[in-house]
DNA sequence: TCTGGGGTCCTAGGACCC
DNA sequence: TCTGGGGTCCTAGGACCC
């Protein structure tokens, strides 16, 4: 058995935390440059806001029912998401997690016999030690756990298990294919065209059929709809495959010298993260675009690939390559809202393929290295930013529009919240 | 006026090999 | 008129997720 761990509304939640006050009313919380919801209360959901939907749109509903719109404060998020992580710890010794926000859990086996109790339990404590609702769903497969954590949101305790697989049958019934995980709005579309409305349709649909309508990926759904484990959640813990950096700003430019600086220090960020991780990158990619939205004319979007002559975590190396990239799909005339560097074919940092016909330096290479790990103390001690490289220019960043960021509570000392005794 | 950011996996088709 | 069979690797693009 597996058990989804979901939390409720998880950045609002954090939000309500600290503040108590909001419990009850409706709370939003904003994407970056406050332009999309990306978390709602049960009370900012009533009032029909949806999750995606562009902020300015609800401004006016939301602010004559007395509600709140928070603007992202993703440091303080993480922080939380940790927590209740590590307090999940505790209910198994198999804990994948799947995203910010949710957890897949293996039932031990103390818990087989009663699911249930033990899924209440987890609420609880998770509750207790970090403030945070959660719902939990548990089943046979992954695909069936995410379902039923998808009932446990509307369930008066929180948890639903789903039993033997002719309840599980009934239920698939009455679930139109939708909400499956994994069927989006095209795939949805497509089913939809081809006569099935339910998930149980689906699930029953034959292989062959399914195989040919679209591809092996939704042939395994089947299979776990109908109880048998084909779908590994993956850990978010473990060692990423490429990394992105990418913003909309604030305010549109039309200026090389702004974009150059911009994805120069989005590379500067994403190779921060790079050595984190122990990796090096084999491959960069650098993108620039204006909004999408206004008339085609004036729209333009375009990105580069450039591999780099051997992998490096070396941030004047990669910013060199992603400059001149830029450089290569810049055109002047039109106005651009947003960049994006992209660092793919990561691998081991210490599993390296010496080039046959540039031999390596070795005494140049440990002295990048000393560079960026000093660096890296630098910037950990004394925030971001406090050392970079020349090209990311001088000005502060271009600002984020953040209206209404709350403290990061958890993370910074000078923001901690205070408790007044009277 | 105002529309986010970061990932994964799969497939088809092209280029190349023997 | 008729034109083999079996592979690999790479990339772009599509679909999904939170």
Redesign the pocket.
């Known amino acids: 058995m597996i058990a989804l761990v ?1 939390c409720n509304s ?1 950045y609002v939640s954090c939000e309500r935390v600290f503040r108590p006050s909001l419990e009850g009313r409706a709370v939003l919380a ?4 406050d ?2 919801v ?1 978390s709602r209360s049960r009370e900012a959901k009533a009032l029909g806001v949806q ?7 609800v ?1 006016g509903i939301v602010a004559a029912h007395d509600g709140v719109a928070l603007s992202s404060n993703f440091t303080l998020y993480a922080d939380m998401s940790h927590r209740v992580m590590r307090t999940l710890d505790r209910f198994s010794p198999s804990v994948l997690v ?5 957890a897949f859990l293996e039932l031990p086996p103390a818990a087989v016999a009663a699911p249930a109790d033990w899924a209440r339990e987890i609420r609880r404590i998770v509750k207790r030690d970090t403030g945070i609702p959660v719902s939990v769903g548990v089943a046979s497969t992954c695909a069936l756990a ?1 379902l039923a954590n998808d009932r446990a949101k509307n369930a008066p305790d929180g948890v639903c298990v789903f039993g033997d697989q002719a309840a599980v049958e009934a239920e698939l019934a009455r679930t139109p294919l939708e909400d ?11 089913l939809r065209l081809a006569g099935l409305v339910t998930a149980l349709q689906f699930a029953q649909a034959s292989d062959d059929w399914l ?1 040919r309508l679209m ?3 939704e042939v ?1 759904l089947a299979w776990e709809l109908r109880g048998t484990p084909c779908l590994d959640p ?1 850990d978010v813990r ?11 700003f604030a305010q ?1 430019t039309m200026k090389f010298e702004m974009l150059r600086e911009s994805v120069a220090s ?1 590379t500067a ?2 190779a921060e ?1 790079l050595r984190e991780q122990g990796s090096q990158a084999g ?1 960069l990619q650098v993108g620039i675009s204006t ?3 206004g008339p085609a004319a004036e729209t333009y979007s375009n990105r580069v ?1 450039v ?1 780099l002559d051997q992998p490096t975590d070396y941030t004047p190396a990669l910013t060199a390559e992603a400059v001149e990239g830029l450089r290569s799909i810049f055109k002047g005339g039109y106005l651009y ?2 960049a ?1 560097v ?1 660092l793919a ?1 990561l691998s081991d940092k210490h599993v390296r393929q010496p080039d046959l016909f540039r031999p390596e330096d070795p005494v140049a290479l440990a002295k990048q290295d000393r560079l960026m790990t000093a660096m890296d103390r630098l910037n950990a001690e004394f925030g971001r930013d406090a050392v970079r490289v020349g090209s990311s220019g001088y000005r502060r960043m271009a600002k ?1 529009r953040q209206a209404n960021r709350s403290p990061r509570y958890t993370t910074h000392w000078d923001e901690l919240p205070v408790a007044k005794a009277c």
């Open positions: 979901d998880f904003l994407s970056n440059n332009g999309c990306v999750v995606g939907q562009p902020y300015f749109e401004a799947y995203s910010i926000d949710e995410k499956i995980w994994g069927i989006g709005p095209r795939l949805g579309a497509r195989r591809s092996v990926v395994r993956g473990t060692v990423r495959k490429t990394m992105v950096c990418s913003r909309t549109a989005y960020r994403v993260r491959l909004g999408y939205f690939l591999r809202k947003r994006e992209m074919e984020l």
